[in-house]
């Protein structure tokens, strides 16, 4: 059956997916001149829509998992915007490994389990799309803050919907607050709004991913930008390769203006993942009064000496800034115990089986009248 992404014909080079020189090199070290690069578009159960092969505009892949090198970074799966050496054959395409991973946009995977999801691979900038009305969350924006610092990529608000609220000024005040250093940007992606500042945060050869809450806009402004070009540009969106709708989906596209979007949805829990780093950098500040603290091991609740609460009382620190400060430091904590559980579980396991096979060699030499020396 033809995939309908072939319909359009419309291929990309390489270059135009954010290909560049170091990446040659990396693969001209791999010398595997019968491995073609190419970028994840879409990733759906275990296939993967394959960008920049040549002669397709796009091809479906499956992926041999044990080939993928761990030092991709983190879950090594291929996620969309990785960039992947594949191997054609007649009629199949199959990943055989994955490049380095620049940055990353990471989550903890949703529900009980402890492991990691990458949403995004090589994102060089991430706009954290909120709106004005009732999902602007400081809370919920310093959380995406440091996952995007966690991830190595750039972070800008982009606040939208302004349309709607009459309060902007104070709410761009609350986020700069929360945010210092961070650039945030306000916008209304109705039709007839400018959307010039977000189409500049777009710049030619540069990924740029898209996330946010669920209705905040992130698919009108994605359309705005894409203009009349957007059915041309990717028309399995939403759609996984039978053609089924999918709920939480990412998706890579080629905008006009030459950059490269990577769109999420459906993200309901952004859990944190290995996000020390990042959590760290969205709240400098309170991590700056911390190293005032009398103990260095001060948790900031109730110790005596306590520099963080005593900028607290004095108003210059937000006792709900804190508060949510310590709510990821917790879930961090959590999140690590049980990642260590699983780990020496797992090891565990392996002693079990390497016992039980020394059990079966002692048995077997046994059998065969051999002597234990
Ligand atoms: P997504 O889930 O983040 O992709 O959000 P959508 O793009 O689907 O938008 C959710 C709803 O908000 C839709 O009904 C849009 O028409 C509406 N919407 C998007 N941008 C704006 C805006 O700037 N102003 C207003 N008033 N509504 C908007
Ligand atoms: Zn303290």
Excluded at 1 to 22: C, I, N, R, V, Y
Excluded at 85 to 102: A, G, K, P, Q, S
Excluded at 109 to 134: E, F, K, Y
Excluded at 351 to 368: C, N, V
Aim: aromatic letters at 4%.
């Amino acid at each position: 059956m033809k995939d309908p992404a072939e319909q359009s014909h419309q291929q990309f080079h390489l270059a135009q997916l954010g290909w560049d020189k170091t990446r040659q090199a990396e693969v001209d070290q791999i010398a595997t001149p019968d491995l073609h690069p190419g970028r994840i578009g879409v990733a759906v159960r275990g296939r993967y829509q394959v960008l920049g092969l040549a002669g397709t505009r796009a091809q479906w892949a499956s992926c041999r998992k044990s080939v993928i090198p761990s030092d991709a970074g983190l879950s090594p799966f291929p996620a969309v915007g990785d960039w992947a050496l594949v191997r054609r054959d007649r009629d199949t395409v199959v990943i055989e490994r994955l490049l380095i991973r620049r940055s990353f946009f990471v989550r903890k995977t949703a529900g009980r389990v402890t492991q990691p999801q990458v949403i995004a691979a090589n994102v060089d900038r991430v706009l954290i799309v909120t709106a004005v009305d009732r999902d602007f969350n400081l809370r919920r924006i310093e959380r995406y803050l440091a996952t995007v610092w966690a991830g190595g990529a750039e972070p800008v608000i982009v606040m939208n919907k302004t349309d709607l609220s009459h309060d902007r000024v104070r709410l761009v005040g609350e986020l700069e607050n929360v945010a210092p250093g961070v650039r945030v940007i306000m916008c209304s992606a109705q039709d007839d709004h400018d959307l010039s500042q977000v189409v500049a945060l777009c710049e030619l050869g540069m990924t740029v991913a898209l996330v946010g809450s669920s209705g905040v806009g992130k698919s009108t402004i994605i359309n705005r930008l894409a203009g009349a070009e957007r059915q041309a540009t990717n028309p399995v969106r939403a759609r996984d390769h039978r053609g089924r709708h999918t709920t939480a989906r990412q998706e890579l596209m080629v905008m006009p203006s030459g950059a490269i979007l990577i769109d999420t949805a459906g993200l309901r829990e952004l859990g944190l993942w290995e996000a020390e780093e990042g959590v760290g950098r969205t709240f400098a500040d309170i991590e700056g009064m911390a190293q005032r603290c009398r103990f260095r091991d001060c948790r900031h609740t109730g110790e005596p000496g306590c520099a963080v609460e005593t900028a607290i009382r004095n108003g210059s620190l937000d006792q709900e800034r804190l508060d949510g400060y310590l709510r990821l430091q917790r879930e961090m904590e959590h999140t690590k115990l049980r990642a260590d559980a699983r780990a020496s579980s797992g090891s565990k396991k392996r002693w079990k089986e390497i016992a039980k096979s020394a059990r079966q060699l002692y048995r077997l030499r046994k059998d065969l009248g051999m002597k234990e020396k």
